[in-house]
């Protein structure tokens, strides 16, 4: 395993067309080694879900330097990336609501190309093994996020981003949902970006990259994919 | 002075071969029409009337008419309004000595109508009839004078000035039968109205040649409802003849032809537009000459109405001390064929008494 | 702020939806004010059509000679009412044209009208105006004197015969008009689940702003009120627009091009056409209240054991089986009607039900899981798009069955036609002459070699026995049975019918006459023909399209010599030879100038022209109902695709390649609208065999047959295949746009399963 998972020097990323660009991320520079966590924080519009974006290449920086896994962002097959090494957790709405949430993390195992024998295993893990029948809008929305997780671990990660995943839960439930994020991301080794707003959440990753004091006020619009 | 407009509507609706008559449809054509109005001959000041030929057919212009209206009495003392006009309607222009088409092809080059109605007693029968012209089945000689539609006719007797007229509609013995054979006995040379025979019909000059017979003699039988009834009284005849129609906002007109009974004519008229009325008349005293009545020699008002048809009038000619009201009896007269107006007999009291008829268009909705 | 302007400010944000919405509206309006105008159109196109081969009479000169202008003339001025009718065969043209006065036609009863023929306009199809006839370069011309005969008494010059362009239509046309009655009441139930589905939709992406009202203490019936005011609202601005763009489609459908740019430009249109609008704003409101009171007029719990109760299907099969006995054994229209619109709700609840079923069972079999996943998603889709796409199958399926109609009804207009018109000439024996001689000359001058084909016919009364009651029927015998009545299509037949016919062996009743004395080949009927009792087999049953009578058919030689006959007439085909020669012998040797003959061909394809109309017409209308049935499917497919258009972006997210979703995303709308079209086959067939099995025979007492046209539902199943490519093209847009993330509440938008 690569010592850096993940080297970004002077990355920049603006909106906007020609004429009024807003600077979103100006010359941002961070490290993660493998199996190393790293917390986001920053406000509404900080640009944090911008550079997770980034991160999995569903948007390209303007300019700067990313290394993913030893490779350059240029060189990098994003689709093959996305599908097998890197899972990424909303704040909500991560299950496809038609499937139950066994056949959620099934299929979410079977396009990373991983067993799909071990997709049981996994929601027992986060102890929601014995709602695998349920539909997504039958369970609470911390057994949703479990289930999420079921599905990022079920496909066996190298890096996991995650935007806000407890966001939209109490504090108890808000608590175990984490707690079972990081002792999991501890036992598999991989690495782990979380963009929050929350300080003791964030105080929980080894590192943490204030994005505030980056980014003006400006609002990039809704967490979009 | 007859159905321009009646014309008019008949015209555009027949060459444009829209779906219904209507006065929309009427008014919507009067401009397209006027462009289409080029080949025809346009009456103008100093034009003079010619006899015997003006009582035949002018194929050069575009719209004219024979019409008879009559003031009767039966042999109870009833009195009874009766009605005969007919109608040449050109659809293109045909110089007075160009040959006619041959029947055999059918020609559209003019429709003809015919109306006849009857009033009596509160009721009133009309009927109408259409051809198209150059078959043979309508038309109108000069000399010997005869006008026709199928087996209505008009026409000179035996005697000079001597005409006879016969309508019928239906079958003897049958239901809604009705008829009327006529002999006139015309009195008294043609009046020419306006200018010489040139009746201007708008402030800015559109006119058509007009003259009347006004002192007919009327004998004859009418047979109404299976009974036979001997009629005598007082026709009024009229020639009219143009190619240039109304004015746009032209509405419709109001048109009187009156037997006084100081033995004095008169004819009065006014053409409905927006911002003022156009009016226009002949004063025919008992003896002396005619004379033109300008718009601002005559008053004309109505007073009273049924419906959206005011049947009563007021009509002043200060010059001649006439003061009169115009009444026209109880019932709808309403001729209700392809173009509907209104043509009911009046009764006039005031100045003077008497009676006459009294044509009515474009309040029909 | 009130909670209205809250309610509303959810189309502030998404302009979208409420133009979507309010089109859908439109739409609804449009489509049923289109129909009503259609269907009033070809109820008045019908009874033109009718009333212009309605039988006449014509006048004829004593002396044979041809008719002119001159006689015309020569007549009026007599006065009688009488018109010309010029019929044409130009050069170079295998059409005939009637050329009319219609300023001469205004004298017949009940026309008020110069610019047309009875409603048929002048265009040359096939009239037009006199003039213009008889200026065409003509093979053949022809002028009939159409007259009046209670308008006077004729010359001796002259005499007065029959005269028709076909024979009388009879219930045909009444048969029609009811099928027709029965299709707008199909329409309307569809129109108003457009609009319901228009109305669930405009609750269902506002669940979250209701939510919200709900927590500010805003009570859900005041909410509901502004719900429907807000949709009242909207109906009237899309009313209006919506009714004159029916008008518009209506007329576009109608008359082409041309008469909707008249329509658009001449405010005669809306000046002529009335009160044209009432009658549809009216019945729009209404559905729209309905639609709207539904969830109030039917107490929720009833709704819930509706729901439980379908859960399986059942109460879908339960209607759709009670509707179909029903319509097996109903005993009057209003109960057959009742049973069809039973037999309709089950087939429209049953459709989805089926879907879903079906998607949950694959799902369930697939074992890879990202088909399962498409299974889930195409069940979701059919659950939600339930509402349009009962309408598009109820729009198909009445497509189906009034295609089927349409056709039916041209080729039994045909055969009707046909049957009635099976020789190219038809020719009248005059009074006093002997048909005799002219079958000996036939015989001896048409030999079969020429080709010629003929025979002749001889109508009378006879009595027929049924169960010891005396009653009077037409008896219409023909000889020689041959070629001319041979091919006639027979409802029921015993074996060889026209060879046994002919040989004297049996006769052929007709269908009026079968139903009411429930008769059927190989039965016995007791004849009596001028005194003389005949026991005889019915060989078959043949179709009369309506006729009231009760008829017979036999072969002449069966009558006995003293049969009285009431008309006498000859059928002819002459094959090669000349028409002209065999009148002309024929006149001769009955020593009658002026024969009646009528080219049959000619009056065949002059009907078949004047029925054209009222056939395009009602297919007009149907093509109408399923453009927009597919429109309204269209936008509420995408509408509701783009609220699932995170979950399509999550697959993106998850590492698939954007041609794979978009692929899933094509095949799922394809699948959709195929399977409506596919289940809108069996309704459509049943629709149609109730059409012409059942409700024909319950209102007039005959059939009409049932013939399917395979090849037009392959057509449709194309159209289905287009829609679904359509929602696919609109969706791959979509893709490649940011989504938004479904809301917190995350089950109510896009979040359904």
Request: charged letters at 20%.
């Amino acid at each position: 395993m690569e010592d850096n998972v993940l080297k970004v020097r002077g990355l920049r990323k603006s909106f906007g067309d020609r004429d009024a660009t807003v600077p979103v991320l100006a010359d941002l520079s961070f490290e993660l080694h493998s199996a190393g966590s790293l917390a986001l924080m920053g406000r509404s519009g900080s640009g944090k879900s911008t550079l997770l974006n980034i991160l999995c290449g569903l948007e390209q920086p303007d300019a700067g330097e990313l290394t993913l896994f030893g490779q350059d962002h240029r060189q990098i097959d994003w689709q093959q990336l996305r599908r097998e090494r890197i899972g990424v957790v909303f704040q909500e709405a991560n299950l496809m609501p038609a499937l139950s949430l066994l056949d959620n993390v099934r299929l979410r195992a079977s396009l990373a190309g991983q067993p799909e024998s071990r997709c049981q295993h996994w929601l027992d893990v986060l102890d929601i093994g014995a709602l695998a029948q349920r539909f997504p809008d039958q369970v609470s929305g911390g057994q949703r996020q479990r289930a999420a997780l079921a599905m990022v671990f079920a496909m066996s990660p190298s890096l996991i981003l995650a935007d806000e995943p407890t966001g939209s839960l109490d504090r108890v439930t808000a608590d175990d949902v984490a707690d079972s994020l990081f002792r999991l991301q501890a036992e598999t080794g991989c690495g782990l970006i979380l963009a929050t707003h929350d300080p003791e959440l964030a105080s929980r990753c080894e590192k943490i990259l204030d994005l505030a004091h980056q980014a003006a006020d400006q609002n990039t619009g809704q967490s979009g994919l | 002075m007859r159905c321009w407009w009646l014309s008019m509507v008949a015209m555009v609706w027949l060459v444009t071969g829209c779906s219904k008559p209507d006065s929309e449809a009427g008014f919507a054509g009067l401009a397209d029409s006027r462009d289409g109005s080029l080949g025809f001959e346009q009456p103008a000041p100093g034009d003079v009337l010619v006899f015997p030929e003006d009582f035949g057919a002018h194929p050069a212009h575009r719209i004219e008419w024979w019409y008879l209206t009559a003031n009767l009495e039966t042999e109870a003392g009833d009195p009874l309004g009766l009605q005969w006009t007919q109608f040449r309607q050109a659809l293109e222009p045909r110089s007075t000595d160009a040959t006619p088409p041959e029947p055999s092809a059918w020609p559209m080059q003019a429709a003809w109508m015919a109306h006849a109605a009857v009033s009596h007693q509160g009721q009133h029968w009309f009927q109408e009839r259409l051809a198209r012209g150059d078959l043979g089945q309508a038309g109108a000689i000069a000399e010997p004078f005869e006008v026709w539609l199928d087996h209505w006719r008009m026409a000179a007797g035996d005697h000079p000035n001597q005409w006879q007229l016969t309508v019928s509609q239906g079958q003897p013995g049958q239901q809604g039968y009705w008829a009327f054979d006529l002999e006139l006995s015309v009195k008294g040379l043609p009046v020419a109205h306006g200018d010489q025979g040139f009746s201007a019909k708008s402030a800015s000059g559109e006119g058509s040649m007009y003259f009347s017979l006004v002192d007919i003699e009327v004998t004859g039988t009418v047979t109404l409802a299976d009974k036979d009834l001997n009629v005598q009284g007082k026709a009024w005849f009229d020639r009219e003849w143009s190619s240039q129609f109304l004015k746009a906002g032209q509405q419709g007109w109001d048109w009187f032809a009156l037997h006084l009974d100081s033995g004095d004519k008169l004819m009065a008229f006014r053409l409905r537009e927006e911002g003022g009325h156009f009016r226009s008349g002949t004063w025919i005293p008992r003896s002396g000459e005619p004379r033109a009545l300008s718009s601002d020699q005559l008053q004309l008002k109505p007073t009273a109405g049924s419906g959206p048809v005011p049947t009563r009038w007021r009509l002043q000619v200060p010059g001649q001390d006439v003061d009169i009201e115009l009444v026209a009896p109880e019932g709808n007269y309403t001729n209700d064929g392809l173009f509907p107006y209104w043509e009911s007999p009046v009764s006039v009291s005031g100045s003077h008494s008497g009676a006459g008829y009294m044509e009515l268009t474009g309040y029909n909705n | 702020m009130t909670a209205f302007s809250a309610l509303l400010s959810h189309y502030r944000r998404h302009p979208w939806q409420g133009i979507a919405l309010a089109l859908l509206m439109l739409m609804a309006t449009a489509l049923w004010t289109g129909i009503y105008h259609l269907t009033s159109q070809a109820r008045a196109s019908l009874s033109q059509s009718e009333r212009v081969v309605e039988a006449r009479y014509q006048v004829q000169r004593v002396d044979g000679a041809a008719l002119s202008v001159e006689d015309f003339v020569t007549l009026r001025r007599q006065g009688l009412c009488l018109m010309p009718w010029l019929e044409v065969l130009p050069e170079g043209e295998s059409r005939r044209v009637i050329g009319v006065d219609p300023l001469a036609a205004l004298c017949f009863q009940g026309q008020a009208d110069v610019v047309s023929f009875d409603g048929q306009p002048l265009r040359g199809d096939p009239f037009m105006d006199i003039a213009d006839a008889a200026a065409l370069p003509a093979r053949q011309a022809q002028l009939f004197l159409i007259v009046d005969p209670d308008t006077g008494e004729l010359s001796a010059d002259y005499r007065i015969t029959d005269f028709s362009l076909a024979p009388d239509t009879g219930q045909l046309g009444d048969s029609f008009l009811l099928n027709l009655d029965a299709l707008s009441v199909l329409v309307l139930l569809i129109t108003g689940l457009l609009l319901r589905s228009v109305y669930l939709l405009s609750l269902s992406q506002r669940r979250d702003s209701f939510a919200l009202l709900h927590r500010f203490g805003v009570s859900p019936r005041r909410v509901r009120g502004h719900l429907v005011a807000e949709l009242v609202g909207l109906a009237a601005l899309t009313l209006m627009p919506g009714i004159l763009l029916g008008q518009l489609l209506a007329n576009a459908l109608a008359g082409g091009f041309a008469s909707v740019m008249e329509g658009l430009f001449d405010s005669r249109q809306f000046v002529t056409s009335g009160n044209s609008w009432l009658m549809p704003a009216l019945v729009m409101v209404t559905l729209l209240l309905l639609v709207c009171a539904v969830d109030w007029l039917i107490p929720e719990k009833l709704r819930k054991a509706f729901a439980v109760a379908n859960r399986s299907g059942g109460l879908s099969l339960l209607l759709l089986v009670a509707g179909g006995a029903g319509v097996w054994l109903a005993a009057n229209l209003l109960f057959l009607f009742g049973s069809v619109a039973l037999m309709l709700a089950g087939a429209g609840l049953l459709m989805p039900w089926c879907l879903s079923v079906l998607s949950s069972r694959l799902a369930q079999a697939s074992k890879q899981p990202f088909r399962r996943w498409w299974w889930a998603e195409f069940g979701v889709l059919c659950r939600r798009l339930a509402l349009p796409l009962v309408a598009l199958q109820l729009s198909l399926a009445m497509v189906l069955a009034v295609q089927a109609l349409v056709t039916t009804f041209e080729a039994t207009f045909d055969h009707w036609l046909g049957q009635r018109l099976s020789a190219d000439y038809y020719l009248e024996v005059p009074t006093d002459a002997d048909g005799q001689v002219a079958v000996d000359w036939l015989e001896q001058n048409l030999p079969e070699s020429s080709g010629a084909i003929w025979h002749r016919v001889l109508r009378g009364q006879g009595q027929l026995d049924v169960s010891g009651h005396e009653q009077s029927v037409d008896i219409f015998a023909v000889a020689p049975v041959g070629a001319l009545v041979s091919d006639w299509r027979l409802i029921e037949s015993a074996g060889q019918p026209w060879q046994r016919l002919a040989a004297g062996q049996g006769v052929m009743v007709n269908e009026q006459l079968a139903y009411r004395h429930e008769l059927a080949a190989g039965d016995s009927v007791q004849l009596t023909l001028a005194g003389q009792s005949l026991r005889l087999p019915v060989l078959g049953v043949y179709p009369d399209y309506g006729r009231p009578a009760g008829e017979i058919l036999l072969a002449a030689d069966q009558l006995p010599d003293d049969f009285s006959v009431s008309f006498e007439s000859f059928s002819i085909s002459p094959g090669e030879v000349d028409i002209e020669v065999i009148t002309e012998a024929l006149s001769a040797l009955w020593q009658e100038p002026a024969l009646t003959l009528r080219d049959n061909r000619s009056i065949r394809d002059l009907a078949n022209r004047v029925f054209e109309q009222t056939f395009m017409l009602t297919r007009a209308m149907t093509m109408l109902t399923l453009v927009l049935a597919a429109v309204a499917l269209l936008l509420m497919g995408w509408v509701f695709l783009s609220t699932r258009l995170w979950y399509f972006r999550l697959l993106a997210v998850w590492g698939t390649a954007r041609t794979g979703i978009f692929l899933s995303l094509l095949t799922l709308a394809l699948t959709v609208s195929v399977s409506a079209a596919a289940l809108a086959l069996p309704v459509g067939i049943g629709l149609t065999w109730v059409l012409v099995q059942r409700i024909n025979p319950l209102a007039f007492g005959w059939s009409l047959p049932l013939d399917l046209y395979p090849g037009f539902w392959l057509e449709l199943l194309g159209l289905a295949l287009l829609i679904g490519l359509c929602i696919g093209l609109l969706m791959r847009r979509q893709l490649g746009r940011p989504a938004v993330r479904p809301s917190v509440t995350g089950t109510i938008t896009g979040g359904e399963r």
